[in-house]
């Protein structure tokens, strides 16, 4: 498999098809007339890389982790000026990461100052600097969820791709610190080849914790991740047999599940729905059993913090700013939309010509571009651009084959994937 390298600009082999569509070039200097762009859609989820600087060493990191805080990074300043403009146009979940986000010192200003402004603040953290001083000085700060990543049930699978040996139970110990303190915490794991047999033990140990999810992440290939992804990618029947038994599960615990970069999940669920269906079965809502009962609630009456709507968000309800500013539709996806050292967020958000593909669903090529499900799914564009360097090709880990599906299309997959009762 060709990684591609990464790609920092906002060039795009793929004109929009949009019939009020203008080229970035042409709507500088000055903003974009409010006339000549489409309407965004609403921004519900933003990762903020706050540093790169980390202390652990991760073999399937998306940002290369460095061992020190690096100059030029997003001052407190800056960093309030961000959540400013941000709050101009949505007030999203502000997810404050890494790297790790403990590093900085000024992380509980920054989530107390994004609180102050109406949002609900989260941390995505290793857990391992977690000690009873930093659990209280997290709660203190307002943050809504903790999510603490575990890459494994026992301790020695996690340690080896986390590279510290003891930090899984340093993890757990955090994790427990917060729990006391009454965080709502959330455990997020990679999957892999060499800890998917795991997965059983990991939603035992995540429900034993008292965790009120449990997101898996299936790997991409970008970041130190480009380096494992032939040796540790799960094969495509392999990755269906693990979403069928993650949709198994969602309807039994009731905790949070959620798939993260694995898109073809609402594809999985709307076909076991459908099915379940015709043999009279109308108990699975779309919007899984523990993402109902356990998601964070907003206080202010919004969103769950958990809310599940389609596949790949990137771009059209999610996107990323690293620690320089750097605007991409996802973490996992380096192509950028824009720096907000040059441009306000708003500006990004709205005008950017990669936001503004990505939002076009008649542009997405292969099977994506013929598939039924691509109003729910559509495919995981970080993993096709890794694959092809085309952020708009097929889904390479998907085994769905559009052509051979030869059954009538159902009101799921034809409404967008919400099922009509």
Request: overall charge neutral; aromatic content about 8%; charged content about 25%.
């Amino acid at each position: 498999m060709r990684a591609a390298n990464p790609d920092t600009s906002d060039k795009d082999p793929h004109p929009m098809s949009h019939p009020s569509f203008v080229p970035l070039s042409s709507l500088r200097p000055g903003p974009a007339p409010d006339e000549l762009v489409p309407a965004a859609p609403p921004l519900r989820l933003m990762f903020w890389e706050l540093t790169k600087a980390c202390n652990l060493k991760c073999q399937h990191c998306r940002a290369v982790p460095e061992s020190e805080l690096a100059a030029g990074e997003l001052n407190t300043r800056e960093s309030f000026g961000l959540i400013d403009q941000i709050a101009d146009i949505a007030r999203p979940v502000l997810i404050l990461s890494g790297g790790e986000p403990l590093y900085r010192k000024d992380v509980f200003d920054i989530g107390r100052y994004g609180v102050s402004k109406g949002f609900r603040m989260a941390l995505a953290t290793n857990g391992t600097l977690v000690d009873d001083d930093v659990a209280g000085r997290i709660r203190d700060a307002g943050f809504s969820r903790v999510s603490i990543s575990l890459d494994g049930a026992r301790p020695e699978t996690h340690d080896g791709f986390r590279g510290i040996p003891g930090s899984h139970a340093a993890a757990i110990a955090g994790l427990q610190r917060l729990r006391a303190r009454g965080v709502s915490m959330q455990i997020n794991s990679t999957i892999a080849r060499h800890n998917v047999h795991e997965l059983p033990d990991m939603l035992d140990l995540a429900l034993s914790l008292g965790a009120d999810a449990l997101h898996l992440f299936m790997l991409v290939p970008v970041g130190c991740g480009v380096e494992l992804a032939e040796r540790e990618m799960l094969p495509t029947d392999e990755y269906e047999r693990v979403l069928h038994w993650f949709y198994d599960q969602s309807k039994q615990v009731e905790i949070d599940l959620k798939a993260t970069c694995a898109p073809h999940y609402f594809r999985i669920r709307a076909q076991r729905i459908v099915e379940e269906r015709k043999q009279g079965d109308r108990s699975t809502p779309f919007i899984a059993h523990g993402t109902r009962l356990k998601a964070a609630p907003d206080p202010a009456g919004g969103r769950p913090l958990s809310t599940m709507t389609r596949g790949c968000l990137a771009g059209t309800a999610v996107c990323f700013v690293s620690n320089m500013g750097e605007i991409y539709p996802c973490g996992y996806l380096p192509v950028s939309a824009g720096n907000v050292r040059q441009q306000t967020f708003g500006e990004i958000w709205r005008g950017a010509r990669v936001f503004r593909n990505l939002r076009d669903y008649d542009t997405l090529t292969g099977k994506c571009g013929e598939c039924r499900y691509t109003g729910i799914c559509g495919g995981c564009r970080a993993r096709a651009f890794a694959e092809t360097g085309d952020y708009l090709g097929e889904e390479p880990f998907c085994s769905y084959e559009p052509a051979a599906d030869t059954a009538p299309v159902t009101a799921m997959a034809a409404s967008g994937g919400h099922p009509h009762h």
